[in-house]
């Protein structure tokens, strides 16, 4: 059942082939650098690409923009308490801008930290305290075979040897990532939960949700745990972060807005130290970082993103896209929020020094104005990860005649993937971790 229809449109073309032949090559074959003007369908991410609804343009046209006590600040608390279940709420400008007043404030040099898997920004701040993020992923997580129900939960068999390693006075943080945005936005289960709440009570660790997609995640709970079939999304969410400390969120993802972010905790004494390192890097406790506007947008959105009817509908979109490809052919694996592609599988000629994943997001890009990203071998030098292209779904975004035409330019992929070329490294930029955003690339005729 689709939960909304259209108010406002944004006109979108796909440009001629020669045209988009000519773009891919000027972008040095990285489609970070093509014009979002110049894609048909752009799935490059999930993250503050939504619309917004009615309610959320109407709440930001309404908000004021007071620098200290505003009432959208109210309006955000109170959303926060409602649907989270957290009585302080610290705003930052995304959820990066979050993790650092979050982690920043936990953590100390020579830490350790458990998480399912560490998203990249994560990773990143977790690693800027000089400390250690490990992750802890079932052994399903990447496994494309797997049927697994709750891919994306934490192993606490890895997590326990983390802690028999380095000892509990060294992992002061447990953190959960729902949905594991990783390991290909797979769900965890609240059982899961429940039990790392158990077990950060044991080593005495702080147990930190990461809440990016916590709707899209209760979703998942109530069709595939059991215990949760007659349970409703809002009361799911609430009961799956009730076991954490503190939430860090991205306003981006089911905060449904194109900006901002927040901690969220029950802690006064966490709340104030996290308030301090606020003020210094995002901006006074009551905006942190947001215009008074988009704060409003926020407030309405994470009520909406619990909404059955909204949550229902993404998820199942989603779904339904990545069963279109799958019967087109592709080995796909499907999460909440996108739809991940096996190019290593597309294109067998390929090996992983050409980049088969970025030779295929090019390919979607050239046969079909398709926008999606590599997250493989030249998004993640060194490692052997598989070789994944994401096409993220914005939320309330796209219909089922876009995602038909997603699955047809796949499918003239297909029919001449044989010729498909790779591509190699014509500038390295000088942090190789952040290469794929900005490096430019030629075809190597194989
Ligand atoms: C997007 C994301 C973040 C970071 O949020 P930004 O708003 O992009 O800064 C952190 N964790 C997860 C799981 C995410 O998906």
């Not at 926060?80 to 009585?87: I, L, R, S, T």
């Not at 028999?164 to 729902?178: A, F, L, N, W």
Request: net charge negative; glycine share 8%; aromatic share 8%.
């Amino acid at each position: 059942m689709v939960a909304y229809r259209t108010k406002m449109v944004e006109r979108i073309t796909l440009p001629a082939r020669e045209q988009r032949e000519r773009t891919l090559a000027e972008a040095g074959y990285n489609v970070f650098n093509v014009p979002a003007a110049e894609v048909y369908v752009d799935l490059l991410t999930d993250s503050g690409t939504g619309a917004m609804s009615d309610e959320q343009w109407a709440a930001l046209v309404r908000a004021d923009e007071a620098y200290a006590g505003s009432e959208c600040f109210d309006r955000l608390e109170s959303a926060v308490a409602d649907v989270m279940g957290f009585e302080h709420v610290i705003p930052a400008h995304q959820g990066r801008g979050a993790e650092n007043v979050l982690y920043g404030t936990l953590l100390s040099a020579g830490d350790v930290v458990p998480n399912n898997t560490h998203f990249d920004t994560t990773r990143a701040h977790v690693a800027n305290q000089d400390a250690d993020p490990v992750d802890c992923p079932v052994d399903e997580a990447y496994d494309f075979e797997s049927d697994a129900a709750f891919g994306g939960n934490l192993s606490l068999d890895r997590a326990r040897t983390v802690v028999d390693e380095v000892g509990p006075e060294q992992v002061p943080v447990v953190v959960q990532t729902i949905t594991n945005n990783s390991a290909a936005g797979q769900p965890v289960s609240v059982e899961n939960t429940r039990r790392v709440r158990a077990f950060a009570d044991e080593i005495d660790a702080t147990f930190v949700i990461d809440a990016c997609r916590f709707a899209e995640n209760a979703y998942f709970v109530k069709q595939r745990e059991d215990e949760f079939a007659d349970a409703s999304i809002a009361e799911i969410a609430r009961e799956q972060l009730s076991y954490a400390d503190a939430v860090v969120m991205s306003g981006k993802k089911d905060g449904l807005v194109n900006a901002g972010g927040f901690v969220a905790t029950d802690d006064p004494d966490l709340f104030e130290r996290c308030k301090q390192r606020a003020i210094l890097y995002e901006g006074f406790p009551t905006y942190g970082g947001m215009a008074g506007r988009d704060v409003a947008a926020m407030a309405v959105g994470l009520r909406e993103a619990v909404e059955e009817a909204y949550v229902a509908d993404r998820v199942e979109q989603v779904r339904e896209f990545g069963s279109l490809l799958g019967e087109a052919g592709v080995p796909v694996a499907t999460g909440g929020h996108a739809v991940y592609l096996d190019a290593g599988a597309v294109l067998p000629h390929l090996s992983s020094d050409v980049f088969p994943g970025q030779a295929l997001v090019c390919e979607l890009y050239r046969e079909g104005g398709v926008r999606g990203v590599e997250l493989g071998s030249f998004a993640f030098p060194e490692t052997d990860r598989p070789e994944l292209v994401r096409l993220a779904v914005p939320r309330r975004t796209y219909h089922r005649e876009h995602f038909d035409h997603v699955v047809e330019t796949v499918e003239t992929v297909l029919e001449t993937r044989s010729e498909v070329d790779g591509l190699r490294l014509a500038s390295e930029p000088s942090i190789p971790e952040l290469r794929h955003f900005t490096a430019d690339l030629e075809p190597v005729q194989t």
